[in-house]
């Protein structure tokens, strides 16, 4: 039987990771509180800051940054913005 959290992000109860995908305590708040389809959201999302912004992964701040962005997003609602992206048009 699939796990499910009542997942922040999507205000209504959906399933769950299936383990602890990210370090700490942080890590254990998302765990408990974001769905998979919430997470697969972010992980789009961070895909984009990552490359749109050139962020280097070894780099400390860039790290905080992505961590920053991420809170905001799965916590607070926030959407991710980046100078100049211009996302494509529907057809």
């Known amino acids: 039987m699939a796990r499910t959290v009542q997942c922040v992000y999507l ?42 912004k050139k962020l280097n992964m ?5 790290r905080k940054l992505l961590e920053e962005q991420m809170q905001l997003f799965l916590f607070e609602g926030k959407d991710v913005q980046i100078e100049g992206y211009v996302p494509p048009k529907p057809e």
């Open 11 to 52: 205000g209504k109860e959906a399933d769950g990771l299936d383990f602890q995908l990210y370090p700490g305590e942080l890590g254990k708040r998302i765990f408990d509180s974001i769905s998979k389809q919430a997470w697969g959201e972010w992980q789009k999302k961070q895909t984009m800051l990552i490359n749109e």
């Open 58 to 62: 070894m780099n400390v701040e860039h």
